[in-house]
Nanobody, 115 residues
């Protein structure tokens, strides 16, 4: 089993920054892919960014140039640096880990961008 613990959400003004963290524990194997999805009220969950064991990243078009995803392999953690935040970035953000066909999700952390 795998557990994912997220932190770093909150309320921020438009144009501001936040950093989300996610730490994975349990039965973790490589290769794997970690990342973030988000879900706004009334909308489907969507990809934000992912990073695999080789460091290859994938970003949604809506966040390219504003968000940056990195990982610490020793700590089984990923970090999402979010800059130039917009009201449309408001959502619950979920950390995910995929390995050998299994997907694991965190409980989610709320990000609200509002003046």
């Amino acid at each position: 089993q795998v557990q994912l613990v997220e932190s770093g959400g909150g309320l921020v003004q438009p144009g501001g920054s936040l950093r989300l963290s996610c730490a994975a524990s349990g039965s973790i194997f490589r290769p794997n892919t970690m990342g973030w999805y988000r879900q706004a009220p009334g909308k489907e969950r969507e990809l934000v960014a992912t990073i695999n064991s080789f460091g290859t990243t994938n970003y949604a078009d809506s966040v390219k140039g504003r968000f940056s995803l990195s990982r610490d392999y020793a700590r089984n953690s990923v970090y999402l640096q979010m800059n130039s935040l917009k009201p449309e970035d408001t959502a619950a953000y979920y950390c995910t880990l995929e390995q050998y066909g299994s997907n694991y999700w965190g409980q989610g952390t709320q990000v609200t961008v509002s003046s």
